[in-house]
């Protein structure tokens, strides 16, 4: 046994069952020990290290489980950054194991060489050099329970000379030797009487309370329901929470923000408590604003608390035990009237957005295209999503099911984490079908490539649905439109448009199945064919670039912005002005008649 066979034994005590990677001659050694492990540790591989990166985070979002990638020296290394600021950034536990220099060459500019110490040093929790067999137990033990406890990124670094040295698998008991252990239980952590009492008394007082509920809270549903029906409180949720409350009760008003929903909107306005739990959403601006509501926040991590708004009370412990503690202390709301009132804007809303979906451009309209996806979604369901008006839509227009699960680059908002992220979900649990939203800048950045990886595994899967929808409109959609609301800048078409291609056709010629939609009347008769193919499906839509998602509120500011950009000249003047003013009049007819 070398230390490579010893290392992935090691992960295989840890209780991991697959890893993430792409080979190089800089963890040689280590590729040569998963030939010998044979199937108690896989080896999937991907086709770039950013991706394996990507989907070790979403393994970890999936499961609850630490994700686990591996990357070869120098350029392997340095490919693995951004799938791991993802996991930094949306607190997410991720093991990364990466080759380096001989220790005989390193310190002479060898090839390859790169000081990964410094490099991984921001991202990490914990970063160490594997200096002999003997310290590989140690390393990594501590990676693997710093990165499960503090839900963080960790690095391993492998020299290429000791991935092949003699193991060291019992340690002699002896001086300037470290005999650690496998296991990690995640403790139960609750706020102290005193401090759950303060919260109780806040919003026992309070008539309108709302709540904001992100991903911390996943393993909490029952316990946010419970507390919010005592409350007769209104439920938003954070992007990355979104699958953790159901969207088909009459108080839950789904996200938040730019993205979100206007009840969502109206209700943090309107509020004079607001409970955030397991929760760090970003934007303050559409929070309540200063003084105008009580603030209360549950969170694991103390780092996290009082940081976006002013809290009274901040309880530092486990979502669902908090809540579960704080329950008995709460009196039951008898201002029904807050929860009627949302229940209306609710309605109202959802009526409205329906509308908006059956606006006509001279392409299908993309909300459309979601309104008929959330219809057909199985009870079970995974959905990924991207950075683009692909989560945009996802955001206010699937609604998610107890049971379903979602998630995304919350914190770094990366470009190309849905295919990826869908992928480990397939891999996660193969029996669940998966959807992938993404647009067609993401696509070609790297969703293109990762086709390859799924027509290599699919035929393993035991449901072979795993749906790749692209909204083809030839345009980096969500960067014009900010450039038009937020800067009043014209749309420019040197950085914007994309190259045309048939991503339907691309998939039939890798073996998946392709579906091209043109179309308006043919979007639900796709779907149903994407959700009743026996194996991938890349759904090709090509969707109108010219409609926008609008805000919750429109402000003066990108009111002014919007129309000086068009005034400069944007090319696609015309379009915009057309489907901008269909979106308003919907919104202005009762019950969401057609404009």
């Avoid at 890893?19 to 044979?38: E, L, Q």
């Avoid at 220790?103 to 002479?108: K, Y």
């Avoid at 489907?579 to 019950?591: A, H, Q």
Wanted: proline content about 5%; charged content about 20%; some cysteine.
């Amino acid at each position: 046994m070398n230390a490579s066979d010893y290392l992935l034994e090691r992960l295989v005590e840890w209780g991991f069952h697959r890893i993430y990677g792409y080979p190089g001659d800089g963890i040689n050694g280590i590729m040569g020990a998963f030939d010998r492990i044979g199937d108690e540790l896989r080896f999937i591989q991907v086709r770039h290290e950013e991706m394996a990166a990507f989907m070790a985070c979403a393994h970890a979002k999936f499961t609850g489980e630490v994700g686990i990638c591996l990357a070869t020296s120098g350029p392997g290394a340095i490919h693995l950054l951004n799938g791991l600021y993802d996991a930094k950034l949306d607190h997410t536990p991720v093991v990364a194991i990466v080759g380096q220099a001989a220790t005989t060459a390193l310190g002479g500019s060898y090839q390859q060489e790169v000081d990964l110490q410094v490099l991984f040093q921001d991202v990490t929790e914990y970063v160490y050099t594997v200096s002999s067999p003997a310290a590989m137990r140690h390393v990594i033990d501590r990676a693997v329970r710093t990165a499960a406890a503090f839900r963080a990124v960790t690095c391993v670094i492998v020299p290429k000379d000791v991935q092949e040295m003699k193991a060291v698998p019992k340690l002699p008991h002896k001086h300037n030797l470290i005999p650690s252990s496998v296991g990690y239980s995640k403790p139960i952590v609750v706020p102290e009487p005193a401090d759950l009492q303060r919260a109780a008394d806040i919003l026992n007082a309070s008539k309108r309370v709302a709540m904001l509920v992100g991903q911390g809270a996943a393993g909490a549903t029952d316990e946010v329901l419970a507390v919010a029906d005592r409350l007769g409180a209104g439920v938003a949720k954070a992007l990355l929470g979104k699958y953790v409350v159901p969207d088909d009760l009459p108080y839950v008003t789904g996200t938040l923000g730019l993205l979100g929903t206007r009840p969502s909107s109206d209700m943090m306005n309107e509020c004079d408590a607001l409970l955030m739990v397991g929760t760090c959403y970003p934007y303050s601006e559409f929070l309540p604003k200063e003084g105008h509501a009580r603030g209360i926040q549950i969170d694991i991590d103390a780092r996290n608390v009082g940081l976006r708004f002013p809290t009274e009370v901040n309880l530092i412990g486990d979502s669902a035990h908090t809540l579960r503690a704080l329950l008995p202390l709460l009196e039951p709301n008898k201002h029904a009237s807050w929860r009627q009132k949302i229940a209306k804007n609710l309605e109202d809303w959802y009526a409205d957005e329906e509308g908006r979906s059956l606006v006509t451009g001279e392409k299908i309209n993309p909300q459309r295209v979601f309104w008929e996806l959330s219809e057909r979604l199985p009870s079970d369901a995974i959905v990924t999503g991207d950075a683009g008006t692909a989560t945009n839509w996802f955001a206010r227009n699937i609604r998610m099911q107890r049971g379903m699960k979602s998630s995304l680059s919350g914190g770094l908002a990366t470009m190309g984490s849905a295919v990826p992220y869908a992928i480990a979900a397939k891999f996660a649990f193969p029996e669940r079908v998966v959807v992938a939203c993404t647009g067609d800048g993401a696509m070609q950045m790297n969703g293109m490539a990762e086709m390859l990886t799924v027509a290599k595994y699919w035929e393993e899967w035991s449901d072979p649905r795993l749906i790749f929808l692209v909204l083809n409109n030839a345009d980096l959609n969500q960067v014009t439109w900010e450039m038009r609301i937020e800067g009043g800048n014209p749309k420019y078409e040197a950085s914007q448009n994309l190259p045309h291609f048939n991503y339907a056709e691309y998939a039939d010629q890798i073996g998946l199945h392709g579906i091209r939609l043109e179309k308006t009347e043919e979007i639900g008769r796709a779907w149903d064919r994407a959700l009743a193919s026996n194996r991938p499906v890349v759904l090709d839509a090509v969707v109108d670039a010219d409609i926008a998602q609008l805000p919750p509120h429109i402000t003066f500011e990108q009111a002014h912005n919007l129309f000086s950009s068009l005034v400069k000249g944007d090319p696609n003047r015309s379009g915009v002005i057309k489907e901008s003013i269909k979106e308003v009049l919907v919104g202005l007819m009762p019950n969401g008649s057609d404009a």
